[in-house]
């Protein structure tokens, strides 16, 4: 009977060794898998960084070279062709002054994306130069002052965390366009860091406007700009 008992305690002390031993087998997994699964994050989260940074460089850099095209054109500007309009008279737009207008959304003026996805709330910044548009706050849309050719420029960030591309058009009815469409490879759900959803989207380019010809910037309904992003749209009169 003794015999008997130790038979089965020995049995039972194995079966719990057992269990023991798989349950610490299972959990050496588990723990594997959660090391796996944090590096990939942590690559994906490098790579997102990354690829935000040299985006947001990419726009730094356009966004100076847009200035330098600006100055150099305003220094051709002050030859001999706009001396001679400045000295035969100071009409309704003689006033020796260049044409532009230049345009930022703030976190004050911030407003959501209608479902015309037209993009309002911009304030105007006061520039030593005779206005290139007027801005109707209402309809967020830019009328022409006059005729010309024009350089404009236009940057949108988004806050984006559905879909894996934004887009952004600026129009002019019956007239030329400058669209934007820029896509991500991360997707939604691998980021969780402070920068994953913004998104930046810009235009830049020459265009012919016609007096009274109203531009706007459009965008999807369903986008969302970001509050803490730069939003500026502009343009300045070449010719």
Known sequence: MQRLVL???????????SLVAVAALALAACSALLTAWTWRQSTELRRSVQSLRERLEQVNMQRKAIVQLFLEKRELLEGPRVRREVGAGRGKYGNGKKVASHFEITKDSLQKVGSEGIIKGWTEQQLNMTQAVHYNADTGTFKVVRRGVYFLYCQVHFNENQSQYVKLEVSVPKGPSLQCVEGYGTTP???????????????SGLLLLDKGAE????TGSSFTLQVSGK???????VN
């Open 215 to 218: 531009l706007k910037a459009v």
């Open 189 to 203: 759900a691998a980021g969780s860091h402070q920068f994953h959803f913004l998104k930046p989207c810009q235009v």
């Open 231 to 237: 939003h500026y749209f502009g343009l300045f009169k």
């Open 7 to 17: 038979r089965r305690r020995g049995r039972a002390l194995r079966l719990a060794c």
